[in-house]
């Protein structure tokens, strides 16, 4: 597919908004301690804190990175299916079937996969219910949605138009969670509008 100069901008705008989004409040201010042996232990504490942090978020950026990169052959392998096949419903199904089947072949070295089944769990079984219509959305409808939208759009602007995911959730998080409302939100926002202008104007 052909990748325009002003795709890959926009793209970029968008994705910046992203880290603006995921990236976390900075914590108070430490209330300043009269005992210096306090203050020592404080600051072990803290050292030991950052070298934490700095392990979490590498582990993160790397799983991240694995992700998008999975996703990405994912959907250029899924999209390929779809321009043989012509169909995106039935293509969809026979990729659920094929997951359910290699996520309980998974679950026979992973039993903890199976844990929630077990009669002290059955309690929490409404909050599995949620999980479902939460999966079934996903890779029930928008994944239809999402090849239905590469077929006619094309693969590349359909996945730059999804990057605005980040901020549709965060609204919902504010409507409905009752999350505050926050000055990097309306960043991002004003960056997504720009790299949605630049993608579909230009």
Do not use: C
């Not at 052909?2 to 970029?12: D, L, Q, R, W």
């Not at 309306?186 to 509008?193: E, F, G, M, S, T």
């Amino acid at each position: 597919e052909e990748i325009t100069f002003s795709a890959v901008i926009g793209g970029i705008i968008i994705l910046s908004s992203v880290f603006i989004l995921s990236s976390k409040d900075k914590p108070k201010e430490s209330a300043i301690y009269t005992s210096s042996m306090q203050e020592n232990i404080d600051i072990e504490q803290k050292n030991e804190n950052n070298i934490g942090d700095h392990k979490d978020l590498f582990l993160g950026v790397g799983f991240g990175i694995l992700t998008a990169f999975l996703w990405s052959i994912a959907i250029v392998s899924f999209n390929q299916a779809r321009i043989i096949h012509n169909d995106v419903f039935i293509i969809n199904f026979f990729r659920l079937f094929i997951a359910a089947i290699f996520v309980l072949i998974l679950g026979i070295f992973q039993k903890d996969y199976f844990l929630g089944f077990k009669k002290e769990h059955r309690p929490n079984l409404k909050y599995y219910a949620y999980i479902g219509i939460a999966g079934s959305l996903t890779l029930g409808l928008a994944d239809t949605f999402f090849y239905k939208a590469a077929e006619i759009n094309g693969l590349v602007l359909t996945s730059t138009i999804t990057t605005n995911t980040p901020m549709v959730q965060q609204i919902f998080s504010i409507v409905f969670l009752k999350e505050k409302l926050r000055k990097r939100f309306i960043i991002a926002v004003v960056l997504i509008i720009v790299g949605n202008y630049l993608i579909l104007v230009f």
